[in-house]
């Protein structure tokens, strides 16, 4: 079944305490990125991958950080959580979509992780 | 810059009325355009998106989108409510290749 797969779904930490949230996809996706959820804010992108060793920043990077060494995986890594990152969590995925000459993402989206730092 | 912007944080309607969630955009370039649905303690699932190919885009369980480029709009739109359509709708635009913004959301309530 293809997935995008998150783990863990749930997590409580205290301030500081580094923490990784790991994403997992088996569509063979070029893609890939993470977002957080926050009432009445929508989702906000955090930082996406184009690519295996290629990744860039979305629009509310700071205090996260995240790797792509293999194109199947894309953690999120927060290095010294805040309480202001108690959030819920979303990886997607996408390939490419549409006719030639125009690139179409369709993502995918992990079923979330709710984070909450004390 | 982009940005989606959703009237309306909360909507009800009655069973079998018409739905309607609202979703304008600002984007510089030709926009693409995607609504999500998302059902409680669950990831966004893909109803629709705008390809440029048509400007009234079909979807799953009977929802519809027409894109409005002299309004810049992409409301959304099912004929007849059903229960089962009770969730949190977003509205999305990607511009380029890899950056997506989303409508802080709406809330569809159903009532019986």
């Known amino acids: 079944e293809a997935q995008v797969t998150q783990n863990p779904r749930y997590l409580i930490t205290v301030t500081g305490k580094k923490l990784t949230v790991t994403c997992s996809q088996n569509?063979?996706?070029?893609?890939m990125s993470w977002y957080r959820q926050d009432p009445g804010l929508g989702l906000r992108q955090i930082y996406y991958?184009?690519?295996?060793?290629?990744?860039d920043k979305g629009d509310v990077p700071e205090g996260y950080k995240v790797s792509r060494k293999e194109k199947r995986n894309f953690p999120l890594i927060l290095e010294s959580p805040s309480p202001n990152q108690t959030s819920l969590y979303f990886c997607?995925?996408?390939?490419?979509?549409?006719?030639?000459?125009?690139?179409?993402?369709?993502?995918?989206f992990g079923p979330g992780t709710r984070l909450t730092v004390t | 810059a982009q940005s989606v912007t959703q009237l309306g944080s909360h909507v009800s309607v009655s069973e079998g009325a018409l739905v309607l969630l609202r979703c304008n955009y600002s984007?510089?370039?030709?926009?693409?355009l995607f609504w999500y649905v998302q059902y409680p303690n669950q990831g966004l699932q893909l109803l629709l998106k705008?390809?440029?190919?048509?400007?009234l885009v079909k979807g799953i369980n009977g929802f519809e989108a027409e894109f409005k480029k002299s309004e810049t709009s992409f409301h959304l739109t099912k004929p007849s409510a059903h229960m089962s359509d009770a969730a949190e709708y977003f509205c999305?635009?990607?511009?380029?290749?890899?950056?997506?913004?989303f409508g802080t959301g709406t809330s569809l309530t159903v009532i019986p």
């Open positions: 997607a995925s996408s390939s490419r979509s549409g006719t030639s000459g125009s690139a179409l993402y369709e993502q995918y």
């Open positions: 569509m063979n996706h070029e893609y």
């Open positions: 991958s184009m690519n295996v060793e290629v990744t």
């Open positions: 984007s510089s370039v030709p926009p693409y």
């Open positions: 705008y390809t440029s190919a048509a400007t």
């Open positions: 999305a635009v990607s511009v380029g290749l890899s950056q997506f913004y």
